[in-house]
Structures are given as C-alpha cells and as structure tokens.
C-alpha cells in the first residue's frame, strides 16, 4: 500500500554526494564504512535513500528493541509497506528466553518465509535479542508448507493427521496461529502464514471452499482458489536444524550496525543467562538454538558493513543535529524557526494527524511572524536539523514534551482477551439469577424428554435438592449472578415465597430511588439558570494550549457542558471515565468558562491530599490566564483561611479548591457559577445533603473514576445527564506489567532504575503488621533513598503529611496499604510494587496498578506473588488477566463488574448495593429499567411523551413446545457455544438479525438441520405473537394455545391491536377459538389452534392476522 498525503520534496532526503560516494565504495565490496554526524530520524532517512540507491537488502541492527522499533516506524512512514520490515525477537519479555509470544512468532516466520524463497530485496530492521535466536535451515521450510486448492480431493482425517504432524494444536474454535478445529465437513486452521485463519469446507473428500475468517465473530469474509497453510518454523522444541538469519541473506546485502562490538557482547550475555538456566546435559542443545557474539563475527565477515560511529579510516561524516527542547514555550520556537528561515532552510513540522496539523496553525496564524512551514501528517521519532543540505525537520511530540509511542503492526488479528460476552459466560457451579424463581446453581445443559421428543434445557439447583429445568426459549429470563467483591448470595428453596419478598422489596426501592432521581431532573429542566455566552477567543486560545491530542470522548463531553451551561436551565452533569483519562482537563474547561463569564468556581473534594494536587494541576494549567486560585484545606492557618475567605467573599478569588469546608455557613461567594465535585460518593450524608442544596441554584458538574455500565446509562438517561469518556489517551505509555517472585536482585534493580532516571516509587503492602519489617528490608535493599511508611492506623495529620511530602518529591520510596488505591496522583512515580498481588481483586489490582503511568515516561508494574503452584485457580486467571492488559482502558474493562457494582450504588445510594447482593447486578438492572419506563409512562408521561410509543412487552414472552427444537450435538457439539448462541438467538429483534444469525451458523459449522431450522421459525414466531398481544404459546398435542396478555391495565388493550385481532379470531372460528379460563392471579384470555403440527404451521396461522 503507497504512503499518501505528503509532497515528496519536502522529505529530508540525503542527496548529497556523501551518499552517492558511500554508494559507489559498496559496489566496490569496500567491507568497512563508518559514519558520524547523524541524529534520531536523520539515520533512517539516511538509510531510506541508501537502499533507495542500492536496490539491495540492507539488514539494520539497532541496539535494543525499543530504538529498532522507532526506527521501523520512521521507514514505514515513508516507504512502501513491502520495502520494509520488522524482524522480531519471539519471546515476551526482554531477557526472559521462556514465553514466546505467537505475534512475534508470526512475525518473524512470515520474514524467514520470505527471505527463503528470495522474495525482493527490502531493508530489515532488527536488534541483539532477535537474531539471538537461531532459525529453521533454508531447505527445510519448504517441507513445512501445505498447499491446498479449490476441488482437490483430500480426505478429512488426514489433513487432520498432516496438521498434527505440523504441530498444530487442535482446539473448539481457532484464535491464534497454530491452533484448528474440526466441526463437521469443515476445518478451520490458523496458518502462519496469514493475517487471519483459514476455513476449509468439504463436500465428502473434495474441497468445496476455501475461505478466510474473522476471528471475534467467527465468520468467513473472503474466498480464496488455493492457499498455504505454513507450520511454526520457530518451535524450539522440534529436532529439526538451525542456523542464523544471515544464512538467508544474498551476499551484497549490506549490514548497519550502531556499534558491531556491542551486538557481539549481548549476544554473549544472552548466552550466559540461557546457559544459566538449563542442567549441564541440556547445554549443548543450546549452540543448536541460539547464536553467540563469535559466530556473527564469522557470519558479518561476509557482507559489507555500515557502522555508525566515529573512526580513522572510511570515515563519512554528516552535518545534523538533535532537535532542540523548547519545553512548551512557543516564543522560543518561533524565534528559533525564523532564525533558520532567515537562513535560507527549508522548514517542516511532521504531525501524528490532522488535529495535530491544524494546532499548529492556529498557533502560527495567532503570532505576527508570517512563518509558515511546511506541517507534515506523518510522525517521525526524533527531530533534527541537516545542515548541508539546509532543511530543518521537527517532529510535533518533542515540541509539545508528549510521549511518542513506537508502533508495531500486529502480524495477525489477534482475539481480544477478554470481552463482556465472555466475562457473562456461564461456568458449572456459577450463581445464575432466574428473574421468577430466584438464584440457583448453573448445572449445564440438559437434554429432557418431552412427550419423546428430545429438547435441550438449563439445569438450576436451589436448596435442599431441588433442581428447576428452564426452557432454551426462556434464557433471556436467567443471567449470570454478579455480586460485589465476589460475594456469595443465598439461595432459597422452590416455591419458599422468599424470593418473591426480596424481588418486591427491592422494586419498590428501587422505584423509590428512580422516582426521586426523575422528580429532581424535571424540577431542575423547568428552573431557570445563568445563561453562558458562547466560547471566547481566550478560551479557544486555553484549549489550543493543551499539550495532548483530545479524545473523541473528550471532545464529546466538552461539548455536552458547553451546550448544558449555554442552555437557560441550571446544569446536572456527571462526567465519569476511568484514570487517566482526562477529566480533569474537561473540568478546567468549564470553570474557565465560567470565569471568563465573570462566575466564581468551587472544587470540592473529598481528602486534603487532593485539595493539594487539584490546586497544583489547575494553577499550573491556567498559568498564562487571567485567574486567581487558591485552596483551603486543613494545613492552611488560621489566618491564611481567614484571609482566603474574605477574598473569595470579596470575588478577588475566581477559583476555589478545597474540602468539605466549602460548604460551611462561614464561607460566602460574591458571585458562584460552577461547583464541581470530585468523587462526590466519598463525601458523608451532611456534606451530600449541603451539596444538594447547593445543586438548586447553579450549575454543577460531579466527576467518577468509578465506570457507571451502559444498561444503567440507558435507564439514567432520564434522570440525570451524563458523559462516558471511554477512550484512553493516545501515546500514553501502556504499563510494562511483570509477575515475578520476591527476589531481591530484581527489586533492588527495577528501584535503583527509577530512582537513577529522577523518579519515585510505591510498594504495596497491606499487612500493617509487618509492614515495618518490609520497609527495612528495602531499606537495606536501597540503603542511599528516602523511604516513608503510611497506613490506615496512622494519624490523621501525619499522614497526609508524608503523602504530601512525597507528591513534592521529599521521599524516593513511598511503603504503603491500599489506601492509595484512588484519588493519589503522582506523575513522577512510575514504578510500583504489589506485593502478594495473588490476594487482590481484579478491580483492586486495575486501581493501584493505575497509580503509575500518568505521564510522558514509561511505567513498570510489578506483581510479587507466590508460586503459581500454591496459588487457587482464581488467583492465577486473575493474575493471567491483570497482567496480559496492560493498556490504558483495558483494566477498565477486564475489572468492569466489580466496578459498575461499586458505581451503581454509588450513584443511587449505599442501600442500592445490599440489593445488588441480594438479586444479582443484571437482575438489578432489569428491576431498574422496567421501574424508570413506568414512570416514564406514568408519573411524568407529559415530560418524556416524545419518548413513549405503546407496545406490548416481549420481556416476558414464552414458548412452550414438545417439538424437537434445538441445535443438536453432532451439529455443535461445544456446549458453551450452544448456551452462547441459544443467548445471541434470544436478543435478536429483527428479520435482518436473524438472517445474519442463519448465515453465519452455516458459515461456521455447515447445513443446517431440520431441529435448528425449527429453532430459528420460533423466532419469527415470538416476534408475531407480540405483535398481537399474546405472552406465552403452547404448542403441544397437536395444537396451539395463545394466551393474551394478563395485564388488563397494560397499554395494548388501549390500542387497535386488541380489537384487531379479537375480531379476526371471530371471523376464523373455524380455524381457531378464545375463550376466558379462571386463574387464582385472575381470568386470562386465550386462543386456541387446532391442527398444528410444526413451527412452520403455528407461522402460517398467526399470519393470517
């Protein structure tokens, strides 16, 4: 694919003749060049036009991952995406020759194909660590290649035996290379070959299909005549023999180096740690597998190489110079660009994107300069100036002090971890809540027998044995129980009426609760508010100032205030979105806003340490304005609050910080716009209750880093206005999360490492019993730093104090409880430790973890835990999760359950959470949802009349048959998968959903059978019998009983529908007749079918209506 949207002319090529002349010495077989005087991207440009010129393949070895990555990025950008590539190490971790990585196996497996079959030369980009690790032989990758095609004739069972003898790993369903399954006449296989899986139909022994898939949803996209399936060619333990990638090279491959004596050396050390870990009789397998310092001296021998590094002879030296550091300050700049303008250089900007570019336009249009240089929208990693050829080369990330995060392209689609379909799966022995009879245990699915024919059903367990099978056709009325903090619920017996009480209790509750949020929402829209003018060019000029790239969320949420606090109605408005991302920068915006319309702001927070931090966050992003801010908190004297009080009286403070004093009687505001509060579920019932009366009059924005789940968004939408900022910042550095075992050597070494690069530390410990003992211990660890203890048995005063001290930097090593799980923001702290990890939620894990990596440096998380062995099964997936997501927005989502608990009874009140526990969070949910649509419908119909539309609900609708419908075992025979697809089946809601749902079932694992057709018909049949007012079907004996719905007051009998459908009943009595049965709940009406044999029939009747 061509690289597009830049003018050629304006790339720093290096036409000089340096490079002609360096050139014309490698066609020469000159052996040896040395090269100085390039810097940061001026040595991939440099490259780029050599291989420009050369035509051959040019093998780059960097020092470290890290700069081959940057590197790789800066050639990507600018070349064509065949002309360049990245060749990867395949292992995890740095230095850790254990894991592999199936990314970076894939990776490196499609380059060694490649290079083996002499495919066009092109630059290879790579380091120490990745040519380490010897390769398959040449003349053996041949052997590892299955090519199939479209009619060929292969029997199925030994294409299974071939893929074995490839090493693939047979699995339910493919997600990663190596693995393929067997469903049926079709074979799914993940090559290494290709970015997605392949999907291999037959037709009895001949290939019918050949097709690609995705791997999320399992469904084929394209088709293909022929393919090749390629084995793993970098399985260690395979007897097969290796050698070094640069066998695969042509001799007039040039070879680029940093420093070829340092290549030499990792490659030694990497040999003495793998020596280090294997018994004496294993070790001389290791010369097979790995490549030492020696043998690339021998190898480099036969290539010409390029060392860039300063020496006597063949010397070729550069004119360029690093990017200068012009820490945010645009003035300088300015100044320093026209100064090269004026010289007669060529001047480019190169931006991460189109945002980026138009900054940077509304920075130059805004000074009186008349400069204008040329913004390019592609990134390089480190900016320079060439001054030969007098062109000046910036890179946007190093002007604004942003981190620049390299990029490597995944080789294939990778499966995501963990998605919310995934987390709701239902194991054996899982709590479920069924919404009639209560919680029970999830025992599988069953096959029953009714009137002999086979069905499938869901096997609950309650108490004292009793065991309820619920229909497939009822699934949507059973779902997983969550609890909060995993905490077990109690199960009652059948029919005990238990229930029943609990289900009512917490109803009307929680309708309590809904009403009160709906009745202060609509007295709020009807009250009028101070009226906001439109954005300044002053606040254009803040929001232009901020150093990070908005995300769309944040542009969203930005927008929805502006439009609350230009609207005539006081604003209500809960801003909620994990650590890190970017609230506090929306809430800036509104209170300069405010300010700019001559309205005072007040913070509130809930802890004097926030107080503090918020203070210097915001003093430091309003520097440049015209804004006076101070804070209040228990540090500050008397005097110095007497003082802070009558200024904010007087209206010489714009902008107050501060704790639950600012709600006190004793503090008067001259004019308050805006109060915004910080984690207002922190704050006791007094301070809450002054806040509410606070909220009557001015406009109020409430901030959570506790996430609020979609289902309940929905529902509060009518009761409070809310923004989900849900996308975390770009380049922001992913948290290099590591398990490890106490060992001293790597704690003293990770802790020596930050404290020498100018940073802080936290170590977690939450056993206040010993947690003295730890201290010491990496006291003698670190014997030159600065370590504080706190705990929650500390006092009050003293500990915020050493919080304090270490927010200013006074200590190198903060030894704590949780108690810094939230709320502790510490940009300079980018390393911590959790000790025994194995003892913490999910959730828990996500939140401390997230007290690193809030700035532009690189965070390293460590997870000090026992072994693996002594470790439950729930701790060891718990560690799993935490540790594979490690970027930022991934916890969110992996500790999602037990967070939305906590938000959910944050936001609706403590009592909320007891009901949680008692009926489960997504039973809750419904409760909820029903509660908010009939007060919608009820109590405050004139407000939300737009939004209502009378219908029948289908919430409640049953099917009741002895027909055989199902999917049967040998068409899925994966059980998870049925329950799955039974689930997807049941929220389908419309014709197309329900094609789409055919489709792909036949995509996935062939024709469908008769029973499962039948099972796709009760859909369309459900959908019919709602639309004319029926609840539950009975299809059994050969006829069909259609129950009306037993509600007399529900809005259907209000409509049309009920007398249409009564009088074509009345008209059909000959195919169908209704009457009134008497039940102890009341009389229900029903109409009863004759003469219906299948689902196809029961269709065609109801259609007639």
């Known amino acids: 694919m061509k690289k597009v949207g830049y003018n050629p002319h304006s790339l720093p090529f290096f036409k000089s003749l340096k490079v002609q002349k360096l050139q014309d010495s490698l066609s020469k077989n000159e052996k040896k060049t040395f090269i100085n005087g390039l810097y940061g991207s001026a040595k991939s440009f440099f490259v780029k036009e050599l291989y420009r010129n050369k035509k051959q393949t040019i093998f780059w070895i960097l020092n470290d991952k890290e700069s081959a990555a940057y590197h790789y990025n800066d050639l990507e950008n600018f070349m064509d995406d065949s002309d360049c590539c990245f060749f990867i190490g395949s292992y995890k971790r740095n230095k850790e020759f254990n894991k592999t990585d199936s990314q970076n196996i894939f990776m490196r497996t499609e380059i060694i194909k490649n290079l083996s079959l002499n495919k066009k030369s092109k630059i290879i980009v790579s380091y120490p660590e990745a040519i380490f690790e010897k390769v398959l032989i040449k003349k053996e990758i041949g052997k590892r290649i299955l090519k199939l095609s479209k009619g060929e004739k292969i029997e199925l069972e030994n294409l299974n035996e071939k893929l074995f003898e490839y090493d693939f790993n047979r699995v339910d369903f493919v997600s990663e290379p190596g693995d393929f399954s067997v469903r049926g006449g079709i074979v799914d296989v993940f090559s290494f070959s290709d970015k997605l899986p392949f999907r291999i139909e037959f037709f009895g022994d001949e290939i019918e299909s050949l097709r690609t898939f995705e791997i999320d949803s399992q469904i084929s996209n394209n088709t293909f005549l022929s393919i090749e399936i390629l084995a793993d060619l970098e399985n260690k333990e395979s007897l097969q023999q290796r050698e070094s990638i640069f066998n695969f090279l042509s001799p007039n491959c040039s070879i680029i180096t940093e420093n070829k004596l340092f290549v030499q050396q990792e490659l030694d050390d990497y040999f003495k740690i793998v020596e280090n870990k294997y018994d004496s009789n294993e070790k001389e397998n290791l010369q097979k597998l790995y490549y030492n310092g020696l043998e690339l001296s021998e190898d480099l021998k036969k290539f010409s190489i390029i060392e860039f590094k300063k020496s006597n002879k063949n010397q070729n030296s550069f004119k360029t110079i690093p990017q200068p550091s012009f820490n945010k300050k645009f003035n300088l700049l300015i100044k320093n660009l026209l100064e090269y303008k004026n010289k007669g250089y060529e001047i480019n900007i190169f931006c991460s994107s189109k945002n980026q570019i138009k900054r940077f336009k509304d920075i130059f249009e805004r000074t009186e300069s008349n400069l204008i240089p040329g913004l390019i929208e592609k990134s390089i990693h480190k900016g320079f100036v060439n001054h030969e050829e007098k062109k000046v080369c910036y890179s946007d990330h190093e002007i604004f002090d942003r981190y620049h995060k390299f990029n490597i392209k995944a080789g294939f689609s990778r499966k995501k971890r963990v998605t919310l379909n995934e987390l709701n799966q239902l194991e054996i022995g899982d709590y479920v809540t069924h919404i009639d009879h209560g919680i029970g245990i999830f025992g599988g699915l069953q096959k029953i027998e009714v009137n002999g024919k086979k069905q499938e059903a869901i096997k609950l367990s309650y108490s004292e044995r009793d065991t309820l099978y619920v229909s497939i056709h009822l699934i949507h009325k059973i779902c997983k129980y969550n609890g909060k903090d995993g905490t077990k619920p109690k199960i009652f017996k059948l029919g005990s009426g238990a229930w029943k009480k609990i289900k009512l209790k917490a109803k009307s509750r929680v309708k309590k609760v809904a009403f009160n949020l709906i009745e202060a929402y609509a007295k709020r829209k009807l009250k009028k508010g101070f009226q906001y003018g439109p954005d300044s060019s002053i606040q254009h000029e803040l929001e232009a100032s901020f150093i990070y790239e908005d995300t769309p969320d944040q542009v969203k949420s930005t927008s929805d205030i502006k439009n609350d606090m230009e609207s005539p109605q006081p604003m209500d408005r809960l801003i909620c979105g994990d650590v890190g991302f970017g609230k506090t920068e929306i809430a800036i915006r509104a209170a300069f806003k405010a300010i700019d319309n001559g309205k005072q702001v007040a913070v509130l927070v809930p802890t004097t340490v926030l107080a503090f931090q918020h203070f210097k966050t915001f003093s430091e992003r309003l520097k440049d304005f015209p804004v006076t801010i101070d804070y209040l908190n228990r540090f500050r004297t008397n005097k110095e609050k007497k003082i802070i009080k009558g200024e904010v009286s007087s209206g010489k403070i714009d902008l107050i910080i501060g704790t639950h004093q600012l709600v006190n009687k004793s503090i008067e505001f001259k004019n308050l716009g805006l109060l915004i509060v910080d984690e207002e579920q ?407 079918f004759k003469e219906i044999n299948s689902i196809h029939e029961a269709l065609n009747r109801l259609k007639i209506f």
């Open 682 to 1088: 922190k704050f006791g019932v007094s301070v809450k209750e002054k806040i509410r009366s606070i909220k009557e009059n001015i406009d109020v924005l409430t901030l959570t880093a506790t996430p609020i789940p979609r289902t309940l968004q929905y529902s509060l939408m009518s009761a409070r206005d809310l923004s989900i900022i849900n996308t975390p910042p770009q380049n922001r550095f992913p948290i290099d999360s590591n398990v490890i075992s106490f060992k001293e050597e790597i704690i003293s070494e990770a802790i020596n490492y930050e404290i020498q690069r100018g940073g802080q530390v936290f170590f977690i410990h939450n056993r206040i019993e010993n947690i003295q003992d730890v201290a010491a211990l990496i006291s003698r660890l670190v014997p030159n730093a600065d370590i504080a203890v706190v705990h929650g048995r500390l006092d009050g005063k003293k500990l915020e104090k050493i919080m304090l001290d270490f927010i200013s930097g006074e200590y190198d090593i903060l030894i704590s409880t949780t108690i810094i799980e939230s709320g502790l923001d510490v940009p300079n702290a980018n390393t911590i430790f959790i000790n025994n990890a194995q003892h913490f939620g999910l959730s828990d894990l996500h939140q401390i973890r997230g007290r690193v990596g809030r700035s532009n440096k690189k965070a390293f998380c460590y997870f000090i835990t026992s072994p693996y062995s002594s470790m439950t099964k729930e701790a060891r997936k718990r560690i799993e999760a935490i540790e594979q997501h490690t970027e930022l927005g991934s916890g969110f989502f992996i500790a999602m359950k037990d967070l939305e608990i906590r938000g959910a009874g944050d936001l609706l009140g403590a009592e909320q959470s007891g009901f949680i526990n008692d009926i489960g969070f997504e039973t809750y949910q419904k409760i909820l949802k029903e509660a908010v649509e009939e007060l919608k419908s009820n109590n405050f119909k004139d407000l939300f009349n737009d939004d209502l539309e009378i219908k029948s609900s289908n919430n409640n609708f049953q099917i009741d048959t002895d027909l055989e419908i199902l999917f049967p075992d040998d068409y899925i025979n994966n059980i998870k998968e049925r329950l799955k697809l039974y689930k997807q089946l049941s929220e389908i809601n419309n014709s197309i959903e329900l094609k789409e749902f055919k489709n792909n079932l036949k995509d996935r694992f062939g024709n469908i059978p008769y029973q499962t057709i039948d099972l796709l018909k009760t859909v369309e049949l459900k959908w019919l019998a709602i639309d004319l007012g029926f609840e539950k079907i009975i299809l059994k004996n050969n006829k069909m009983i259609c129950r009306f719905i037993s509600d007399k007051e529900h809005t259907y009998y209000l409509s049309g529908n009920f007398q249409k459908t009564l009088t074509t009943i009345l008209k059909n009595k000959n195919l169908c007749e209704v009457k009134e049965k008497k039940k102890n709940s009341g009389d229900v009406l029903l109409a009863t």
